[in-house]
C-alpha cells in the first residue's frame, strides 16, 4: 500500500492541472467579449468629445474708402470672423516706376500689421510714409463700417427679440440679409453690376432701420485713367449714398460714366431692401 502512493498522488496532481486547464479554457471565451466590448464602447465618448467648429458673429469682408496720397490711391479689405480681423489686404497701392517696389516691400508689412494689431492704430512702414497713412487711413474707413454694422445687428436682434425674435432673408437673389423683425434690423445688400462705358460698377450698401448706414463700392472702372477718375469719384458717390439715403445723388463731375453706374447699382441695392 506504501509503493501506491506516489502513483497515487501524481495520478490527483495531474487530474487537478488537467481541470485547472479546463476551467481556464472555459473562463477566456466570456473574457474576451466583455474586452472586446470595452474596447469598442472607449471609442464614442472620444469622438463625441471632439471639438467642432461653430460660425463666428461678425464675419465676412468688408473694404474701406480709397485714400488718396501723394503717389496714387490706397484702399484697404477687411476679412473679419467674429469680430476680429483675420485677414487684410490692400486692393489698391500707389503704382509705376519706383512706387512699385516700395508697395511690393510696405503693402504685406501692412497687412500682418493690421492683422496683428486689430485696429488702425498701426506703424508706419519706413520709406514708404504717404502709403501708410493712406493704407492707415482706409484700414480706418473699414474698421468703422465693420462697427456700424455690428451696432446695427445689435439692435436689429434686440428689436426682433422684442417682436417675436423673427428673422428673415433678403429677397431677390440672395444678396441682402436681414436681421430683426418688421423689417427694422440691419441689411447688407449688393446691388446689379450696372456696365458702364468704361468698365462695370457694383455696390454693397448697409441699410440699418431702414437708413443707409454705409456705402462701398465693390466694382469700378480700372485701368489708366480710369483708376484716377474712380480714385476721385468713388469715395464722393459713397458718402452722397450714404448721406442722400437714396439713390437720388448728384453725379461727380469728371466721373459721368461712373457715377450713372453707380446710381444703377446703388438703385438695384435699394430695391431688395424694399422687397
Given at each position: 500500500?506504501?509503493?501506491?502512493?506516489?502513483?497515487?498522488?501524481?495520478?490527483?496532481?495531474?487530474?487537478?492541472?488537467?481541470?485547472?486547464?479546463?476551467?481556464?479554457?472555459?473562463?477566456?471565451?466570456?473574457?474576451?467579449?466583455?474586452?472586446?466590448?470595452?474596447?469598442?464602447?472607449?471609442?464614442?465618448?472620444?469622438?463625441?468629445?471632439?471639438?467642432?467648429?461653430?460660425?463666428?458673429?461678425?464675419?465676412?469682408?468688408?473694404?474701406?474708402?480709397?485714400?488718396?496720397?501723394?503717389?496714387?490711391?490706397?484702399?484697404?479689405?477687411?476679412?473679419?470672423?467674429?469680430?476680429?480681423?483675420?485677414?487684410?489686404?490692400?486692393?489698391?497701392?500707389?503704382?509705376?516706376?519706383?512706387?512699385?517696389?516700395?508697395?511690393?516691400?510696405?503693402?504685406?508689412?501692412?497687412?500682418?500689421?493690421?492683422?496683428?494689431?486689430?485696429?488702425?492704430?498701426?506703424?508706419?512702414?519706413?520709406?514708404?510714409?504717404?502709403?501708410?497713412?493712406?493704407?492707415?487711413?482706409?484700414?480706418?474707413?473699414?474698421?468703422?463700417?465693420?462697427?456700424?454694422?455690428?451696432?446695427?445687428?445689435?439692435?436689429?436682434?434686440?428689436?426682433?427679440?422684442?417682436?417675436?425674435?423673427?428673422?428673415?432673408?433678403?429677397?431677390?437673389?440672395?444678396?441682402?440679409?436681414?436681421?430683426?423683425?418688421?423689417?427694422?434690423?440691419?441689411?447688407?445688400?449688393?446691388?446689379?453690376?450696372?456696365?458702364?462705358?468704361?468698365?462695370?460698377?457694383?455696390?454693397?450698401?448697409?441699410?440699418?432701420?431702414?437708413?443707409?448706414?454705409?456705402?462701398?463700392?465693390?466694382?469700378?472702372?480700372?485701368?489708366?485713367r480710369s483708376d484716377q477718375v474712380t480714385a476721385d469719384a468713388v469715395?464722393?458717390?459713397?458718402?452722397?449714398?450714404?448721406?442722400?439715403?437714396?439713390?437720388?445723388?448728384?453725379?461727380?463731375?469728371?466721373?459721368?460714366?461712373?457715377?450713372?453706374?453707380?446710381?444703377?447699382?446703388?438703385?438695384?441695392?435699394?430695391?431688395?431692401?424694399?422687397?
Open positions: 500500500m506504501r509503493k501506491s502512493h506516489p502513483v497515487r498522488r501524481a495520478v490527483l496532481a495531474g487530474a487537478a492541472t488537467v481541470s485547472g486547464i479546463v476551467l481556464l479554457l472555459s473562463l477566456k471565451p466570456a473574457s474576451d467579449p466583455g474586452s472586446a466590448s470595452a474596447a469598442g464602447g472607449a471609442a464614442p465618448p472620444a469622438a463625441a468629445q471632439s471639438p467642432q467648429g461653430g460660425r463666428g458673429a461678425g464675419s465676412g469682408t468688408v473694404t474701406g474708402d480709397a485714400a488718396d496720397t501723394q503717389y496714387g490711391p490706397v484702399q484697404v479689405r477687411l476679412t473679419v470672423s467674429g469680430g476680429k480681423i483675420t485677414g487684410a489686404e490692400a486692393v489698391r497701392a500707389p503704382k509705376g516706376g519706383q512706387s512699385d517696389q516700395v508697395t511690393a516691400d510696405a503693402v504685406p508689412k501692412l497687412n500682418r500689421a493690421a492683422v496683428g494689431a486689430g485696429t488702425a492704430d498701426i506703424d508706419a512702414v519706413s520709406g514708404a510714409t504717404y502709403t501708410s497713412a493712406g493704407y492707415v487711413k482706409s484700414l480706418q474707413s473699414a474698421l468703422d463700417k465693420v462697427a456700424a454694422a455690428s451696432a446695427g445687428q445689435d439692435s436689429g436682434s434686440a428689436s426682433g427679440q422684442g417682436s417675436g425674435g423673427g428673422t428673415g432673408q433678403g429677397s431677390g437673389d440672395g444678396s441682402g440679409e436681414e436681421q430683426g423683425g418688421g423689417g427694422q434690423g440691419t441689411q447688407v445688400l449688393t446691388g446689379d453690376v450696372a456696365q458702364t462705358q468704361y468698365g462695370p460698377v457694383q455696390v454693397r450698401v448697409t441699410v440699418s432701420g431702414g437708413r443707409i448706414t454705409a456705402a462701398e463700392t465693390l466694382q469700378a472702372p480700372k485701368g489708366g469715395p464722393e458717390l459713397d458718402r452722397a449714398a450714404v448721406s442722400a439715403g437714396t439713390a437720388d445723388i448728384d453725379a461727380v463731375s469728371g466721373a459721368t460714366y461712373t457715377s450713372a453706374g453707380y446710381k444703377q447699382s446703388l438703385q438695384s441695392a435699394l430695391d431688395r431692401a424694399g422687397g
